[in-house]
T-cell receptor
């Protein structure tokens, strides 16, 4: 358990509405990540952060933005949700003791109608 | 970018059997991790193993970095081992230790 929580855990929304997902960590890790998981694709990186206000794109960043104003919180925003963004979203942190290992939050199930 | 291939895609076992899951990758890596996703969707970190061999109870893993593959061994499987096993890697050229995941091996252990 790496002290990661995600909210909400489930959300149903309509196409065109904005959606923000929150990832919160309690251990002050520098690196945080957002992934999406879809059948047949495993997990794919959306965005990641390497410090407060420091973020970079992953392989599937189109349609998503992120913000990190505090070490403990990493927000993922869908500016105008589309049905193709229906997915399970996972947040992760990176620990560096004993190797660079990532630990995952419980996930958020998002359904865009 | 780096390619990660896992095999087999699906595996069905009887309780007590042993199994080997394979992960092939297309470039040199500085990070390789194995994860288990349980039937409730939770992702659990099993091993950080960019090279060498590690063991944790009934599970062990070996990475042969020079030949670009890793193996996950599960001995005396139990029904609680069911779920999806993912291999994920990052390379020296990848900033931020971003992980690239394989598509996973779906393991079902029957009682």
């Amino acid at each position: 358990d790496a002290g990661i929580t995600q909210s909400p855990r489930h959300k149903v929304t309509e196409t065109g509405t904005p959606v923000t997902l929150r990832c919160h960590q309690t251990e002050n890790h520098r690196y945080m990540y957002w992934y999406r998981q879809d059948p047949g694709h495993g997990l794919r990186l959306i965005h990641y952060s390497y410090g407060v206000k420091d973020t970079d794109k992953g392989e599937v960043s189109d349609g998503y933005s992120v913000s990190r104003s505090k070490t403990e919180d990493f927000l993922l925003t869908l500016e105008s949700a589309t049905s193709s963004q229906t997915s399970v979203y996972f947040c992760a942190i990176r620990k560096t003791g004993g190797g660079e290992t990532q630990y995952f939050g419980p996930g958020t199930r998002l359904l865009v109608l | 970018g780096i390619q990660v291939e896992q095999s087999p895609p699906d595996l069905i076992l009887q309780e007590g059997a042993n199994s080997t899951l394979r992960c092939n990758f297309s470039d040199s890596v500085n990070n390789l991790q194995w994860f288990h996703q349980n039937p409730w969707g939770q992702l659990i970190n099993l091993f950080y193993i960019p090279s060498g061999t590690k063991q944790n109870g009934r599970l062990s893993a070996t990475t042969v970095a020079t030949e670009r593959y890793s193996l996950l061994y599960i001995s005396s499987s139990q029904t609680t081992d069911s779920g999806v096993y993912f291999c994920a890697v990052s390379t020296w050229e990848t900033s931020g230790s971003r992980l690239t995941f394989g598509e996973g091996t779906q393991l079902t252990v029957n009682p």
